[in-house]
């Protein structure tokens, strides 16, 4: 990407006037003295204005819902691109998070496979992986498959007395194995492999 932003006249805040010009497809970084301006023209100026111009290109349906952005205080600006605000706040992503979730981008591009996609799987919400009916079927929308190994877990040739449950969290005579040995209401144990183990879920057990 060649060309530059070109910025002048900026006064939001505390700016008396800045002008200056951003190589695009560069790095560029803003340094200064703490209250010098740099979030002004960076994120107040230079982000807002960006936003602002975006949500221009919506109908008045969408720019309804939008947040409304005042117009930056500047003179002039040339050449904007739209921006990508990632703030200084530290990245908490859940294993759902991707870099579609956490730049929003992904709503926007549910819309256009649904719009354009052919043949069409529907409204945008099922290009979504965290809809149910989005979502891979095998991995749950995860990208990767976590599956309990059954066997690992029990041993099915043996009773939930002889410790047929092979997590050491549920080890004979511990709080939670007690759960599922004495589930029958006569404190005796039964044969651990299915019926009684279906409500243990990976992690519980990590609490
Ligand atoms: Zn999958």
């Known amino acids: 990407m060649a060309g530059e932003i070109v910025i002048r006249g900026v006064r939001e805040n505390n700016l008396r006037g800045v002008t200056l ?3 695009l497809g560069r790095v560029t ?3 200064g003295v703490s209250g ?3 979030s002004s023209l960076v994120f107040d100026t230079v982000a807002i204005e960006s936003q602002r111009q975006l949500n221009e290109v919506f ?3 969408v720019r309804n819902r939008l947040p409304r952005y005042e117009r930056p205080k500047f003179e002039f600006m040339e050449n904007l691109t739209p921006a990508i605000i990632v703030d200084q706040k530290p990245v908490r992503g859940g294993s759902r ?3 579609g979730t956490m730049t929003e981008v992904n709503p926007v591009l549910r819309v256009l496979f649904s719009r354009c996609g052919e043949p069409s799987a529907g409204p945008s919400h099922l290009y ?3 809809d149910p009916q989005g979502m891979c079927s095998a991995c749950d929308g995860l990208g990767r498959a976590v599956r309990l190994d059954l066997d690992k877990l ?3 040739s043996k009773s939930l007395n002889e410790g047929a449950i092979r997590h050491p969290a549920f080890a004979v005579g511990t709080n939670y194995w007690k759960r599922y040995a004495r589930s029958d ?3 005796r144990g039964r044969t651990g492999a299915g019926g009684s183990s279906d409500r243990f879920r990976p992690g519980q057990a990590a609490s």
């Open 128 to 130: 979504s992986f965290n």
């Open 154 to 156: 029990l041993d099915e």
């Open 36 to 38: 010098s301006g740099k």
């Open 21 to 23: 010009r951003i190589p």
């Open 97 to 99: 998070s991707t870099v």
């Open 59 to 61: 109908p008045w349906f």
């Open 29 to 31: 970084v803003v340094t």
């Open 185 to 187: 209401g006569k404190g």
